[in-house]
């Protein structure tokens, strides 16, 4: 039996200058199909007036016509192209882009949906008559005149676009759809189970989760001080730096930032915080060089973690997410810090040894936690 997938209608307007963008939108969306979307479950169907309209007849004209296939106040994700043209002008005196656009507005003020994504593509051209010179000049004054809630995307030519757009699709699905989790098999055969399931006392096992999430703080709290020559300290009197004292954000990127960075204008070539990347995907691994914070980073994760279900006041979800030092927006202009994102709460974090045997009970371990209510943290600090 197949796995239940949801389906995201994907409307695209444009007027007829960007023909290649439209195109290439039809492949680019086959690939996310084929990964991104399929981890999670989805599959994105795009909806375009060439491919699904037929001949015939509507009171308001071929708009109409165009407006029941599309069917943008249905739609999950409305994508926008523009160049040097706006359009051929409707019924209602706008053209239609613009008209499928103010739909696709007038829904998201309503309903917060569609997602709407707008390109305008800047690369050079010169009109050589004046129909085409008014036809720019509309499309100049819809850009200057794009509603205030929304930001949308320069790009130059089809090759930028397909990669923008591939980026910004997918960042998208990795934020408002996390992987699903794969569901525990349940073992009936004595010898199937690893670990002896055992049920104690509320009491006793609140006593033991404390112990155990106090002595997790312990393990992770203190920074050591290893590039402190000894001879110059008094040993008696060294005292290890307070992680939640000193940490600082670790900043990293995504791969596919770095294979498009030649093509992406300086603002898009900031880097997100680990947490913030941790924030949208169910497993995350970290690359880097030694000394560049990764564990640092899981053992910051683990005691702020640890520190919101023991309710400590100096490590804790607020410390967590602590805002980055003052940025400029896209425009250049100073952004107000706001948190960290982080939404899926205090989860318990497993510090494990690994050995053969630990390794071997696991998987039974977090199951029956799982059982037990505790959401667990999907990493593992882990010592070889």
Not at 170 to 180: D, E, F, G, S, V
Request: aromatic share 8%.
């Amino acid at each position: 039996m197949g796995e239940e997938v949801k389906i995201l209608r994907v409307a695209v307007a444009s007027p007829s200058d960007v023909k290649p963008e439209r195109d290439v939108l039809k492949d680019v969306i086959e690939d996310i199909n084929s990964n991104t979307a399929k981890d999670r479950r989805l599959r994105l169907e795009v909806s375009r007036w060439e491919d699904d309209a037929y001949a015939g007849f509507h009171v308001d004209g071929p708009q109409g016509l165009i407006d029941a296939i599309l069917r943008i106040p249905e739609c999950d994700i409305f994508v926008g192209v523009f160049w040097k043209r706006f359009g051929t002008p409707t019924k209602d005196g706008t053209t239609g882009s613009e008209h499928e656009f103010n739909l696709a507005l007038e829904t998201w003020q309503k309903t917060q949906r569609p997602h709407i994504m707008v390109y305008f593509n800047q690369k050079a051209a010169t009109p050589k008559t004046p129909e085409e010179a008014d036809q720019w000049k509309q499309v100049l004054q819809f850009q200057q005149q794009f509603p205030k809630e929304g930001l949308w995307w320069p790009y130059k030519g089809k090759a930028q676009f397909e990669k923008l757009v591939r980026r910004h699709l997918t960042n998208w699905l990795r934020q408002q759809y996390a992987m699903p989790i794969p569901e525990s098999k349940t073992h009936t055969k004595k010898e199937e189970l690893l670990l002896p399931t055992v049920s104690l006392p509320a009491a006793l096992e609140d006593g033991l989760r404390r112990s155990y999430l106090t002595w997790l703080m312990k393990q992770v709290r203190a920074v050591p001080l290893s590039g402190v020559d000894r001879k110059s300290i008094d040993e008696k009197d060294r005292r290890d730096l307070d992680l939640a004292a000193v940490y600082t954000a670790l900043m990293t990127q995504r791969p596919e930032a770095t294979e498009e960075r030649m093509l992406r204008p300086e603002h898009e070539q900031r880097r997100l915080s680990a947490l913030a990347v941790l924030n949208t995907e169910v497993r995350l691994a970290l690359l880097g060089d030694p000394g560049t914070g990764k564990s640092t980073f899981v053992n910051f994760l683990t005691l702020c973690m640890a520190g919101e279900l023991l309710h400590e006041q100096d490590a804790n979800l607020k410390v967590l997410r602590t805002p980055l030092p003052e940025e400029e927006d896209r425009f250049g202009e100073k952004k107000k810090p706001q948190p960290q994102p982080w939404k899926h709460g205090a989860l318990l974090p497993l510090r494990v040894i690994l050995r053969e045997f630990v390794a071997r009970g696991l998987n039974s371990t977090a199951a029956q936690a799982s059982e037990n209510g505790d959401p667990l943290l999907n990493f593992m600090v882990i010592h070889c």
